[in-house]
């Protein structure tokens, strides 16, 4: 039930899907990332071969599948899609790649979660586009080399760090998303406005992109959400009022804070005095997976300074009190 989740219903997914940028011209912000990988495109249609591959690392919801899906349509290539969860055995990787056809564009999001043999196999088919297909059992089994054809892996993680060395060393180009400022995502607001015939004025995008979490996933959301306010209470043009309304029932809050987010900066100060806790700990108390909390609310968390990562654990910042409506205690570690 978070409004970032991946859990949306298919007609969500539609319009998510409707409304994803085609080319990198319309791929709004991440300029650095869009200028290195224009450059890695262009040298490979050039040379006339496919692309190096390239890894995308960030948090969830800032583009990473909409690259790799501009990447083969840059390359005129087809693409297929995948991620490590899916790929537990050897063999379903096996069964991808041996199925590419040359300069296919095979993205697999959630790379770091492949399974380790899959992980040896991909190392092998991403520097010689070669893989042994292992046949037989014990003394018997033999490894059959296959040839593949030239393709571009573009592997996404919500950290790079998460990524084994080899692994990781074996992509020609590594791209890191950054959290989108507020213009960059009324920018976003401004296209899926047009494309979903919304009206609104300049106060409504600011608001929903201010409170939009630095993600244009959860930009387009909240848009959505305010088009079904808007169509509910009948309004043709919509404010900013209308808008904070709109958005005040999906408890996301004036500083884009989720549940998950606000879960964890009340269980940091009311349960653990602010800290510093450890990780693991604090995610218990929240009732999430340590992954979640730590790919997924705490990036948010310490850009926006609310939540520090120290060496003895997890502290609140001052601004996470406030945020709270909490006075900072005087044995606050900082
Ligand atoms: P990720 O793979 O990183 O989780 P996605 O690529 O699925 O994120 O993006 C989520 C949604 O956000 C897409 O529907 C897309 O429309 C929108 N989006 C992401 N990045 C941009 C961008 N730079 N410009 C415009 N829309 C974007």
Redesign the pocket.
């Known amino acids: 039930d978070r409004v970032i989740s991946a859990g949306a219903d298919t007609e969500e997914r539609e319009i998510?899907?409707a409304?994803?940028?085609r080319n990198l011209h319309?791929?709004?912000?991440?300029r650095r990332v869009r200028d290195q990988l224009s450059l890695v495109l262009e040298a490979a249609r050039l040379r006339g071969r496919s692309a190096d591959h390239v890894l995308l690392s960030?948090p969830?919801?800032?583009?990473?599948?909409?690259?790799s899906m501009i990447i083969a349509a840059e390359m005129n290539a087809p693409l297929r899609i995948s991620s490590g969860p899916a790929i537990q055995h050897a063999g379903d990787l096996a069964a991808i790649l041996s199925s590419l056809t040359e300069g296919e564009v095979l993205f697999l999001?959630e790379i770091h979660r492949m399974s380790r043999p899959a992980e040896e196999m991909l190392y092998m088919a991403m520097e010689d586009f070669r893989v042994d297909i292992v046949v037989g059992k014990g003394a018997g089994a033999t490894a059959i080399p296959l040839e593949l054809p030239p393709f571009t892996l573009v592997g996404?993680t919500t950290r790079a760090g998460l990524l084994p060395g080899p692994l990781r060393d074996r992509f020609g180009f590594t791209g890191h998303?950054e959290f989108?400022g507020s213009d960059e995502l009324e920018l976003?607001l401004r296209?899926s406005a047009a494309m979903l015939d919304m009206q609104l004025n300049s106060a409504a995008f600011s608001e929903i992109a201010s409170r939009s979490r630095g993600t244009?996933?959860i930009a387009?959301r909240l848009l959505r959400r305010v088009r079904d306010w808007a169509l509910v209470k009948g309004l043709e043009q919509v404010d900013a009022r209308a808008s904070s309304n709109a958005l005040d029932m999906y408890e996301v809050d004036s500083r884009g804070l989720d549940r998950l987010d606000r879960g964890v900066l009340e269980a940091l100060c009311l349960k653990f005095g602010g800290g510093p806790v450890g990780l693991s700990t604090l995610a218990i108390a929240v009732g999430e997976e340590t992954e979640t909390v730590e790919e997924v609310a705490e990036p948010y968390l310490v850009r926006e300074g609310l939540l520090g990562r120290t060496p003895r654990g997890r502290i609140a910042m001052p601004a996470a009190w406030k945020h709270l409506g909490l006075s900072v205690p005087k044995d606050s570690p900082v």
Do not use: S
């Open positions: 998510e899907a409304l994803r940028p319309d791929f709004v912000g991440q960030g969830p919801g800032l583009g990473k599948t909409t690259l999001d996404a998303l989108y976003v296209r244009p996933r387009n």
